[in-house]
């Protein structure tokens, strides 16, 4: 019996033509202060995002995502922007920028940047305005400020937490040093939140758009998508814990308010503007963290974002029962709307794939986070619409756990004193090539260190040894890429599940692909006859072992 998903759903007769360079793209994503250092000064930075992009065209990608790389005080590491149309010195400059996009154009790679619209830094020219301006002025009302409760002003508004830790509110200073209002911050102190209900927010916004697709941008990666808008009366929460427990934006009150989808469609005819132009597309991708994939496909309607991020195939557990469960539910409630799903396994917010399929601390030595996770990637690339892949994942990286204490950085840890959450280990520097830190990562003088210390045992994952091993988590990527990029089946088009023992799931993608995944620990005969295309590991005399992927072409003989 076969079960049928149609990926491209009821089509919205606006939808976009199938030809669409977005719906079936492969981005990978750079997290630029980690991917190669051209200076040697031990940080990442876009020359040497452009030195890797002839890597990046190899491994077969379709484009790249760049972290925020604008002016910053870096407390969140670019995501506190100084500056939305400036390039912070730590990463280079303007010029190298329009280089970077120039050589990546050249290649055929599209450019996505990431855009941060929901907070600003607290040394942005809007914040320091603010601060430096009385209560009620035009100045403070680009912001959240609010008095205090209590009889001296010296409790916070409401009782929201943020999702780094501690009170979601901090109080100001008056100029002549008494205790004056408050301010929203949902995630730091040096993050304040903007507030979109002034119509100024969203103007300035639509002209950092047009900054950057006129200097090339091929679109955007948004930042906290379902944010921007709170409840206006900024009501006490039944929950306000939430955030601050799992750390993602839970609280109904600070998050997925109705008025943000105007936002999207104004950013979407902005990008329909240019489009018209020249026949290119350019896109929009938001991060989206809603609680249903019913919610989440609001986001991408014909008239607002291209695509959003679907994050539950990321965090289902390893199950075959659980996978097919968010498929299902992102294909028939996501492609419905025309758009097609964006596939994740990993971000630079989360536990690596490797270490986080491996159940258990220890569970690593066997190999089975490995072989997981080289499953999942076929998986992945095996299924209608998009994907993002995070760099380190084609080398097989686990996460760094042991990190030192002293050299964490991430705002979670200096907030709240616990490691748990932290995601530095899923951003320690790459390594490239050589045997001990830095690993080709700093291309200046000798011994530069990198930003975050890279273990010894990063040498066997290098990119150099990668390349050379036809049996690499890269070779796997590559050829999985090719493979999608030259068979019409995968891509855009129907999914059909074909029955499978417990434990395995089974599909079919157009007309004869077969990919199957086995997710348990004993061999299954394999769901198709002959050798798999591709296989996340040896797969002997027709069988599927376990924490294996497989993709066979199917005879019609």
């Given amino acids: 019996m076969l079960t049928t998903l149609a990926a491209a759903g009821r089509p919205s007769p606006t939808a976009p033509s199938s030809g669409s360079w977005w719906r079936d793209a492969v981005i990978y994503q750079v997290y630029v202060r980690s991917f190669l250092d051209s200076t040697g000064d031990g940080i990442g930075d876009l020359a040497g995002v452009r030195a890797g992009l002839p890597y990046l065209r190899k491994l077969g990608v379709d484009g790249i995502w760049l972290s925020p790389f604008y002016p910053s005080p870096q407390h969140d590491h670019g995501y506190d922007v100084a500056d939305y149309c400036g390039v912070d010195p730590l990463y280079g400059d303007l010029a190298e920028f329009d280089r970077l996009v120039a050589d990546a154009h050249r290649l055929g790679l599209k450019v996505l940047l990431d855009i941060v619209p929901n907070h600003c830094s607290s040394e942005h020219p809007w914040f320091r305005e603010a601060l430096a301006s009385p209560p009620g002025s035009p100045a403070r009302s680009r912001f959240h400020f609010a008095p205090g409760r209590g009889s001296d002003g010296a409790e916070p508004p409401n009782n929201w937490r943020a999702m780094f830790g501690g009170p979601a509110w901090s109080r100001t200073t008056t100029a002549d ?151 299902d539910e992102a294909v028939r409630d996501i492609a419905g709307t025309g758009s097609t799903v964006t596939w994740v396994l990993n971000n630079h917010d989360q536990v690596r794939t490797v270490t986080r399929y491996a159940g258990e601390p220890g569970v690593e030595a066997s190999g089975l986070g490995s072989a997981r996770a080289r499953a999942a990637a076929l998986l992945m690339l095996a299924l209608p619409g998009a994907a993002y892949v995070y760099q380190g994942e084609e080398l097989g990286l686990p996460e760094v756990l042991d990190l030192p204490d002293e050299v964490l950085t991430d705002p979670i840890f200096r907030r709240t004193g616990s490691r748990k959450h932290i995601r530095d280990g899923c951003r320690v520097p790459l390594p490239w090539s050589g045997h001990a830190s830095p690993f080709g990562f ?115 003989s």
Wanted: hydrophobic content about 40%.
């Fill in 177 to 327: 040093g008494g205790p004056g209002e408050w301010y929203l911050h949902l995630f730091t102190p040096e993050q304040p939140d903007l507030n979109w209900r002034d119509p100024r927010v969203g103007d300035d916004f639509e002209e950092v758009l047009r900054f950057w697709l006129d200097r090339g941008a091929d679109g955007f990666r948004i930042d906290v998508a379902a944010g921007l808008f709170k409840h206006p009366g900024l009501p006490d929460s039944d929950d306000p814990e939430a955030d601050e427990r799992t750390r993602d934006s839970v609280n109904p009150l600070a998050w997925n308010q109705p008025e943000v989808h105007e936002v999207w469609r104004r950013w979407r005819a902005v990008c329909e503007e240019y489009t018209a132009r020249d026949g290119h597309e350019r896109l929009l991708v938001g991060e989206v963290s809603v609680p249903t994939a019913r919610e989440h496909a609001d986001y991408v309607r014909a008239d607002e974002l291209h695509q959003a991020f679907f994050f539950d195939l990321l965090s289902a557990p390893w199950d075959a029962a659980a996978f097919r469960g968010v498929i």
């Fill in 442 to 556: 700093s291309q200046g003088e000798a011994g530069a260190r990198p930003w975050l210390p890279q273990p010894e045992w990063f040498a066997a994952h290098a990119t150099d040894r990668a390349l050379a091993d036809t049996r690499s988590f890269w070779h796997l990527y590559r050829e999985g890429l090719q493979l999608r990029r030259c068979l019409p089946q995968l891509g855009e088009g129907t999914l059909r599940w074909l029955d499978a023992p417990p434990g395995v799931l089974a599909m079919t993608r157009g007309d004869g692909l077969v990919c199957a995944v086995n997710f348990g620990t004993e061999p299954v005969p394999a769901p198709a006859a002959g050798t798999p295309l591709l296989s996340s590991g040896p797969c002997p005399d027709g069988t599927l072992p376990g924490s294996t992927a497989a993709w066979w072409a199917a005879d019609h």
